[in-house]
């Protein structure tokens, strides 16, 4: 069926049919344009059923005017998704809701060939075409480890102005674009900024597209959607100030609507949500669950969302050694309530920028892979549901060990309640010393400090018996090993 013929079936006066009939024939003929390649010559013509707010006259526009547009727009095709009417809709508050804008209702109502004022029946569909107007709008890497890449088609490759598919690598300052499919491998870790300042984390063995973004300043509201297929992300939503936001992740189970900023979700073997600040709706066919700050919930395939459930506090560190090399560990103390822990190392507070990710049931944890360097520890309970709880945020020091160096002894002599701990023949070129002291052999829980090139320091205790030792320090993040353990009773 050619434009012509399509568009005759429907030239004809809206005033005179039903307001439900009007519809429904209308977004017949749209949903069968919408299918076809713009094939006309520039010459030919179609008649478009439009009318205005006082008249019931059709009048006839061009076919060459609307296929150029929508080719130029959608690679000679047009491409749209569908939104459900609701009671009270009008095109304005869609195109707001949809697109972002409530001032794209004109294009919308020509999409879906209705008049701006048409009433809207609930229940019913309209067509929102992917594309009204090319915004040139994208989201952008800030940060990306490991294997990290997304496909790209369709009118996502319109938008970017490619002209075939592709697959490609994601790295720092990579656009990504609504329709791109974004994945990470085993060792994979992603960070997407949108303009608001919102930043999307996903972690290894994640598959999500980014499928509606609407979120430039002038738009009505700020429109994020993700559709999440497996995996791990973790978002911090910002809003800018009279913008509001309509943050939205789906995924098999369930959607999840964002009210409040810092939230987690994991669509593995079934749906983990968990609000650490603001608030989360969880949704499915028949219910919603509202998540206010401190709260989670599980949904399993097929069954409605879990009543809220508490999250696990912050884990209190118990020991954090001043820079940690491969001989050291952190500790924590232990919650009664936790089946495991999640640390996580990244390069700023934040945690956008994830190097690795740690899953232990003990509470202590090496870090023997890291380059040296300063870092950032997430620490974080995870509960029986398998919910992670909230975090604590630990700067640490990470250094390496110099093999080549010489580890050094100390001797401790008694001075009343004081205990002087000194380096014996402490090595030139030692720009400094790390000194320890315990009252157990194990070091535990030990008292640490730097002192310069001299290697002594003096310690109070309330123990009668003490033991020491210290290392090497280079700098600040190369040493060497700890020398042999020395006692007061030596």
């Known amino acids: 069926m050619n434009l012509k013929a399509e568009y005759d079936f429907v030239n004809i006066r809206i005033s005179e049919i039903p307001a439900s009939l009007t519809l429904a024939l209308c977004l017949a003929s749209s949903a069968a344009y919408s299918q076809q390649t713009v094939e006309n010559s520039p010459d030919s013509e179609a008649s478009l059923a439009t009318s205005g707010p006082d008249s019931g006259n059709s009048v006839s526009t061009p076919a060459s005017a609307t296929a150029s547009a929508t080719a130029s727009a959608t690679a000679s095709v047009i491409i749209s998704r569908d939104a459900v009417v609701i009671a009270g809709d009008t095109l304005s508050s869609i195109a707001a809701r949809e697109l972002g804008k409530a001032g794209y209702a004109p294009q919308l109502a020509e999409f879906n060939s209705l ?3 048409a009433p809207l029946i609930p229940g019913n569909i309209i067509r929102i075409p992917i594309h009204v107007p090319p915004r040139g709008e994208f989201a952008q890497v800030v940060f990306a480890k490991g294997h990290v890449t997304a496909s790209r088609s369709g009118a996502a490759l319109t938008q970017a102005n490619n002209t075939q598919d592709s697959t490609f690598e994601l790295n720092r300052d990579s656009e990504v ?8 491998g085993t060792d994979g870790y992603v960070s997407i900024e949108f303009s608001s300042g919102s930043v999307v984390n996903m972690q290894p063995g994640t598959e999500a597209i980014l499928s509606r973004l609407n979120c430039l300043p002038g738009d009505d509201s700020c429109v994020i959607e993700i559709e999440t297929f497996k995996g791990k992300v973790t978002s911090n939503v910002e809003r800018r100030e ?4 309509d943050f939205r992740i789906s995924t098999p189970y369930a959607s999840a609507a964002v009210r409040g900023t810092v939230f987690d979700i994991d669509a593995s073997d079934e749906l ?8 989360v709706d969880i949704e499915t066919e028949d219910v919603s669950v509202g998540l206010p700050t401190g709260y989670g919930s599980v949904v399993a395939e097929g069954e409605p969302p879990s009543p809220p459930i508490a999250l696990l506090p912050a884990p209190v560190l118990k020991r954090v050694p001043v820079r940690i090399a491969p001989e050291d560990i952190v500790t924590w103390w232990p919650f009664s309530d936790a089946q495991t822990y999640n640390a996580q190392v990244a390069t700023d507070e934040a945690g956008n920028e994830t190097l690795a990710s740690f899953q232990t049931d003990s509470t202590q944890i090496a870090f023997d892979t890291l380059d040296a360097g300063d870092y950032y520890l997430q620490m974080r309970g995870i509960d029986q549901n398998g919910l992670k709880g909230f975090r604590s945020n630990t700067p640490i020091t990470i250094a390496d060990i110099d093999s080549t160096l010489t580890p050094v002894v100390t001797a401790i002599t008694r001075q009343g309640s004081e205990f002087l701990v000194q380096v014996q023949n402490p090595p030139v ?4 010393f790390e000194i320890q002291i315990a009252d157990n052999e194990s070091f535990e829980d030990p008292l640490s400090v730097d002192v310069n090139e001299t290697g002594s320091a003096v310690f109070r205790l309330n123990s009668d018996r003490v033991f020491s030792r210290a290392r090497i320090l280079i700098t600040p993040q190369i040493v060497s090993a700890f020398g042999d353990i020395s006692s007061s009773d030596d």
């Open 242 to 245: 009279d913008q509001p936001v």
């Open 115 to 117: 008049v701006t004022t």
């Open 429 to 432: 070129e030692a720009t400094g």
């Open 177 to 184: 674009h609504s329709g791109d499919r974004i994945f990470t």
């Open 272 to 279: 983990l949500v968990g609000v650490t600040e603001g608030s």
